[in-house]
């Protein structure tokens, strides 16, 4: 029975010609476990905005159409009338939570529809057990892990005993524990409790939300471009064509259907495996082993980078509140290598980062953090920064001027070079970075990716010799995130030495030569992805997970796989169709 | 990043306080400050405030921004200041300090203005109420958690809206200064930096930080007006049961501030101890 219908909805913002929703029609049944994939732009949002009410009650908007959840028509009742049919949780679970105590916060919803205090005690203990936040509820939020933080987000949505859950990016701003945390609670609230659940995804989760969804919407440029069971997603790799990209396990079949048309096309690590499996034990598909442990390398040799550029040796830090961020760190960062550095929220990744380019000073007088011969401890910033910098990942936190050539040129103007040397700059760095023909386009109109690009350019302008990026792919989709990452490698070629804080493990092992792994303020692991992402156990203790590729190989090792796998193409050279 | 005028957990004996009791302290200096005038008196408070500031552990560096609001209510308190040059308005202390000339100049179009000692004693009063009312502030923040406020304003049964309004508002704050601290950082990696004495100037080179700030604060409060209306603010009125547990330090506490502000009023109301 349908809990959701939606039947030639268009949405059009005001003061917006273009609708972001075009004649969209689907229908979800009670329990079942949609994704709404789509890329940036494609639409998700305004819809799941449009289930709850949100537009055009607060965000207005012109909608024609017809919407029905739970029976009600959210464009004839109030948001607060809604949300006993349908909740919504955003991907920002810090602006969510407003109470004091996890109890409170769950209490909150309740509380606002007036239930009677019994009820709400019993509304507000589903809630925490079906999100696993049970024992948790005397803690302030800020005291919780980012996981936990939006599983709260979803506990309070969920203590207004919704029939239908929407999450729009749930797990995009989390660490890999913080993920894995949300989609276990997610899941669980589908399959045991049985809430019919909406996840929307653009690509940087792909993988985690294939795993746990029964259906899919296929949204582009405001139109659904196909709904239905997840592998009609990834046939003719619809998804990846639209920007989402695909998941590495799909990837692999779909490449190895080249030569087995009548294979099947698993969506999820589990069904990849178990399918595997099947072939090999059939012996439709052998296995070819590499020639030891590392094999054949994807990039061979590994870049390892030039001279030594950085030297970090026996950094300590510690906040004033008494949190030891870092620990002792020892590192060395050399000249051409991209490098991924990641590690758990908290784990000091930012902090050292702070540390290397001056922000902070260590916290113990022998500490040593050496750039390009420089002590960083004893210099000024406009001394480091043009040695090194650093990025924020959220780029509308520096952008200020009304075009892009005004803000490009800020750096310079501040560092008082001449108006020609400026010029001279800021055309070299937006040519390189492929941005020149929006030189005069206001920053408001730019789109994320442009955005990114632009607070990319502001930096490299003042031609710092190495940079740290901050989560440089977040909010993109998984086609932006490539384009981004090719334009990091082509700058390397440029003399320009990256480093990248991220979560995203797919793209460190296919861009960077290093990564280096932290761990409660020291490296836990520092070498080639190939070296790092072998090391199973290790990373597991570190609360992080191989690309799913490296998975698939290490669930197979059995049968020969190296477990240092690293690429659907390495994969691919191990197998060998029989028949 | 760790922010500043925001609670901290400590082990201090004003953290270890119940907020009626840490509240009912702290709101009784700040009630006697704003009476006294007298430097000498506030010189007590200030000390008190002090070593309230002190052994609460609460960070030094937050007083740095004593040096801007001090020094421009300064020139605000001195231009007044010497708008009181009449003896008369002085009536506690004796005539012969407070009509003292300390300083005259000659200005054109207004004349002859002087400084007297009974204004500079008012002068020097105002100083100390900002330096004691932000000392009893930041200790204020620095020991009182959100939910202690909001757990008192639930007890005083004040409406929740407004216990919410609160609440986000209190959340806000340093929200918003985590997120000025990430802009400032990220503008100073670009070089940006005030290399200026002329205010104008001054201001120009603060669009950096400024709008980029707005945008941020514009895109926070939608956010949070989504959130709540998904969590059915405002849809019904509701009440809440709180408890608030006291000890007998609390007690003590209470009675001592109540018994010394009682003192102080009375020798203020009936004696004129406190006033110039």
């Given at each position: 029975m349908p809990v959701v219908e939606v039947s030639d909805l268009t949405v059009t913002y005001l003061r917006k010609k273009e609708p972001a929703l075009k004649n969209v029609s689907f229908k979800i049944n009670e329990g079942e476990f949609v994704g709404?994939?789509?890329?940036?732009?494609?639409?998700?949002?305004?819809?799941?905005?449009?289930?709850?009410?949100?537009?055009?009650?607060?965000?207005?908007?012109?909608?024609?159409?017809?919407?029905?959840?739970?029976?009600?028509?959210?464009?004839?009742?109030?948001?607060?009338?809604?949300?006993?049919?349908?909740?919504?949780?955003?991907?920002?679970?810090?602006?969510?939570?407003?109470?004091?105590?996890?109890?409170?916060?769950?209490?909150?919803?309740?509380?606002?529809?007036?239930?009677?205090?019994?009820?709400?005690?019993?509304?507000?203990?589903?809630?925490?057990?079906?999100?696993?936040?049970?024992?948790?509820?005397?803690?302030?939020?800020?005291?919780?892990?980012?996981?936990?933080?939006?599983?709260?987000?979803?506990?309070?949505?969920?203590?207004?005993?919704?029939?239908?859950?929407?999450?729009?990016?749930?797990?995009?701003?989390?660490?890999?524990?913080?993920?894995?945390?949300?989609?276990?609670?997610?899941?669980?609230?589908?399959?045991?409790?049985?809430?019919?659940?909406?996840?929307?995804?653009?690509?940087?989760?792909?993988?985690?939300?294939?795993?746990?969804?029964?259906?899919?919407?296929?949204?582009?440029?405001?139109?659904?471009?196909?709904?239905?069971?997840?592998?009609?997603?990834?046939?003719?790799?619809?998804?990846?064509?639209?920007?989402?990209?695909?998941?590495?396990?799909?990837?692999?079949?779909?490449?190895?259907?080249?030569?087995?048309?009548?294979?099947?096309?698993?969506?999820?690590?589990?069904?990849?495996?178990?399918?595997?499996?099947?072939?090999?034990?059939?012996?439709?598909?052998?296995?070819?082993?590499?020639?030891?442990?590392?094999?054949?390398?994807?990039?061979?040799?590994?870049?390892?980078?030039?001279?030594?550029?950085?030297?970090?040796?026996?950094?300590?830090?510690?906040?004033?509140?008494?949190?030891?961020?870092?620990?002792?760190?020892?590192?060395?960062?050399?000249?051409g290598e991209l490098v991924g550095i990641i590690g758990q929220n908290g784990s000091g990744k930012t902090t050292l980062s702070f540390c290397i380019v001056g922000i902070y000073k260590p916290t113990n007088p022998d500490a040593e953090v050496i750039v390009d011969g420089v002590d960083v401890t004893k210099s000024s910033t406009f001394e480091i920064i043009r040695k090194v910098n650093y990025i924020f990942q959220n780029p509308d936190a520096m952008l200020f001027s009304k075009d892009v050539y005004e803000e490009v040129s800020f750096g310079p103007k501040m560092l008082e070079y001449d108006e020609e040397t400026t010029k001279r700059l800021v055309e070299d760095v937006l040519k390189f970075l492929g941005i020149e023909e929006h030189k005069h386009t206001l920053i408001v109109d730019l789109p994320k990716y442009l955005r990114t690009m632009v607070g990319l350019a502001s930096v490299l302008v003042l031609k710092p010799r190495m940079l740290i990026v901050d989560e440089p792919t977040n909010g993109l989709d998984r086609k932006e995130s490539i384009r981004l990452m090719r334009h990091l490698r082509e700058l390397i070629k440029e003399g320009i030495t990256f480093v990248i804080i991220t979560h995203d493990m797919r793209l460190v092992s296919e861009f960077c030569d290093r990564v280096i792994v932290m761990s409660n303020g020291q490296v836990l692991l520092d070498g080639t992805p190939r070296e790092v992402f072998s090391r199973h156990e290790v990373l597991r203790r570190a609360s992080l997970k191989p690309p799913q590729i490296t998975q698939l190989a290490a669930a197979l090792r059995d049968f020969g796989f190296a477990e240092d796998t690293l690429t659907v193409n390495e994969f691919l050279d191990q197998l060998e169709v029989v028949g | 990043m760790p922010t500043w005028y925001e609670y901290s957990p400590e082990d201090t004996f004003l953290h270890n306080l119940s907020p009626v009791s840490r509240l009912t302290l702290i709101f009784s200096m700040l009630f006697l400050v704003s009476f006294y005038y007298d430097p000498r008196y506030l010189t007590v408070l200030l000390a008190i405030s002090a070593a309230m500031y002190h052994s609460a552990k609460v960070p030094k560096k937050w007083l740095l921004i004593l040096i801007p609001v001090v020094g421009w209510r300064l020139g605000e308190f001195l231009l007044v200041g010497m708008g009181q040059y009449n003896p008369e308005l002085f009536r506690v202390w004796p005539r012969e300090i407070v009509s003292r000339v300390i300083f005259e100049v000659h200005l054109p179009v207004i004349g002859d203005v002087r400084m007297i000692m009974g204004a500079l004693l008012w002068v020097l009063g105002q100083v100390l109420h900002i330096v004691i009312g932000v000392l009893l502030t930041f200790t204020l923040i620095y020991t009182t958690p959100l939910n202690d406020y909001v757990r008192l304003m639930r007890k005083l049964r004040v409406p929740p809206q407004i216990t919410y309004v609160m609440t986000v508002a209190l959340k806000f704050v340093p929200d918003i200064f985590r997120m000025y601290q990430s802009i400032q950082v990220a503008q100073r990696l670009r070089g940006w930096a005030i290399r200026t004495k002329n205010p104008i100037k001054a201001a120009k080179l603060a669009l950096p930080l400024m709008i980029p700030l707005a945008r941020e604060i514009i895109r926070y409060v939608d956010r949070l007006e989504i959130s709540s209306q998904l969590r059915a603010f405002g849809a019904t009125t509701v009440r809440y049961q709180v408890e608030l547990k006291m000890t007998k330090k609390d007690y003590a506490v209470c009675v001592v501030t109540l018994v010394a502000v009682t003192i102080a009023m009375y020798f203020l109301i009936m004696h004129k101890k406190g006033l110039l």
């Amino acid at each position: 029975m349908p809990v959701v219908e939606v039947s030639d909805l268009t949405v059009t913002y005001l003061r917006k010609k273009e609708p972001a929703l075009k004649n969209v029609s689907f229908k979800i049944n009670e329990g079942e476990f949609v994704g709404l994939l789509g890329p940036l732009g494609a639409g998700k949002t305004t819809l799941l905005y449009t289930l709850v009410g949100i537009i055009p009650h607060t965000i207005p908007a012109r909608v024609k159409g017809t919407v029905v959840v739970d029976g009600k028509n959210p464009l004839d009742h109030t948001v607060a009338e809604m949300v006993t049919s349908i909740g919504l949780v955003i991907d920002d679970p810090t602006v969510q939570v407003f109470n004091l105590t996890v109890e409170d916060d769950v209490a909150f919803g309740p509380m606002n529809l007036g239930m009677p205090e019994d009820e709400i005690e019993r509304n507000v203990e589903y809630a925490l057990r079906a999100t696993r936040l049970k024992g948790l509820e005397k803690r302030h939020p800020k005291e919780l892990s980012g996981g936990q933080q939006q599983a709260l987000s979803i506990a309070g949505v969920l203590a207004m005993r919704p029939k239908v859950l929407a999450l729009d990016e749930p797990i995009s701003m989390l660490d890999p524990v913080g993920k894995s945390i949300v989609l276990k609670a997610i899941n669980e609230l589908n399959l045991e409790y049985g809430i019919t659940c909406i996840i929307a995804e653009s690509g940087s989760d792909l993988e985690e939300v294939m795993n746990i969804v029964n259906r899919v919407v296929v949204l582009n440029e405001g139109e659904v471009l196909v709904e239905g069971d997840p592998k009609v997603a990834v046939e003719d790799r619809l998804l990846e064509r639209i920007g989402v990209g695909l998941p590495q396990v799909s990837e692999l079949f779909l490449k190895l259907r080249e030569k087995l048309p009548d294979l099947d096309v698993p969506v999820s690590l589990e069904e990849a495996i178990e399918l595997l499996r099947e072939y090999l034990n059939e012996g439709t598909i052998k296995v070819r082993p590499r020639e030891g442990k590392g094999g054949k390398p994807s990039r061979n040799p590994p870049r390892m980078g030039g001279s030594d550029y950085v030297r970090v040796s026996n950094l300590h830090y510690t906040y004033p509140s008494g949190v030891k961020a870092l620990n002792g760190v020892n590192l060395t960062l050399r000249e051409g290598e991209l490098v991924g550095i990641i590690g758990q929220n908290g784990s000091g990744k930012t902090t050292l980062s702070f540390c290397i380019v001056g922000i902070y000073k260590p916290t113990n007088p022998d500490a040593e953090v050496i750039v390009d011969g420089v002590d960083v401890t004893k210099s000024s910033t406009f001394e480091i920064i043009r040695k090194v910098n650093y990025i924020f990942q959220n780029p509308d936190a520096m952008l200020f001027s009304k075009d892009v050539y005004e803000e490009v040129s800020f750096g310079p103007k501040m560092l008082e070079y001449d108006e020609e040397t400026t010029k001279r700059l800021v055309e070299d760095v937006l040519k390189f970075l492929g941005i020149e023909e929006h030189k005069h386009t206001l920053i408001v109109d730019l789109p994320k990716y442009l955005r990114t690009m632009v607070g990319l350019a502001s930096v490299l302008v003042l031609k710092p010799r190495m940079l740290i990026v901050d989560e440089p792919t977040n909010g993109l989709d998984r086609k932006e995130s490539i384009r981004l990452m090719r334009h990091l490698r082509e700058l390397i070629k440029e003399g320009i030495t990256f480093v990248i804080i991220t979560h995203d493990m797919r793209l460190v092992s296919e861009f960077c030569d290093r990564v280096i792994v932290m761990s409660n303020g020291q490296v836990l692991l520092d070498g080639t992805p190939r070296e790092v992402f072998s090391r199973h156990e290790v990373l597991r203790r570190a609360s992080l997970k191989p690309p799913q590729i490296t998975q698939l190989a290490a669930a197979l090792r059995d049968f020969g796989f190296a477990e240092d796998t690293l690429t659907v193409n390495e994969f691919l050279d191990q197998l060998e169709v029989v028949g | 990043m760790p922010t500043w005028y925001e609670y901290s957990p400590e082990d201090t004996f004003l953290h270890n306080l119940s907020p009626v009791s840490r509240l009912t302290l702290i709101f009784s200096m700040l009630f006697l400050v704003s009476f006294y005038y007298d430097p000498r008196y506030l010189t007590v408070l200030l000390a008190i405030s002090a070593a309230m500031y002190h052994s609460a552990k609460v960070p030094k560096k937050w007083l740095l921004i004593l040096i801007p609001v001090v020094g421009w209510r300064l020139g605000e308190f001195l231009l007044v200041g010497m708008g009181q040059y009449n003896p008369e308005l002085f009536r506690v202390w004796p005539r012969e300090i407070v009509s003292r000339v300390i300083f005259e100049v000659h200005l054109p179009v207004i004349g002859d203005v002087r400084m007297i000692m009974g204004a500079l004693l008012w002068v020097l009063g105002q100083v100390l109420h900002i330096v004691i009312g932000v000392l009893l502030t930041f200790t204020l923040i620095y020991t009182t958690p959100l939910n202690d406020y909001v757990r008192l304003m639930r007890k005083l049964r004040v409406p929740p809206q407004i216990t919410y309004v609160m609440t986000v508002a209190l959340k806000f704050v340093p929200d918003i200064f985590r997120m000025y601290q990430s802009i400032q950082v990220a503008q100073r990696l670009r070089g940006w930096a005030i290399r200026t004495k002329n205010p104008i100037k001054a201001a120009k080179l603060a669009l950096p930080l400024m709008i980029p700030l707005a945008r941020e604060i514009i895109r926070y409060v939608d956010r949070l007006e989504i959130s709540s209306q998904l969590r059915a603010f405002g849809a019904t009125t509701v009440r809440y049961q709180v408890e608030l547990k006291m000890t007998k330090k609390d007690y003590a506490v209470c009675v001592v501030t109540l018994v010394a502000v009682t003192i102080a009023m009375y020798f203020l109301i009936m004696h004129k101890k406190g006033l110039l």
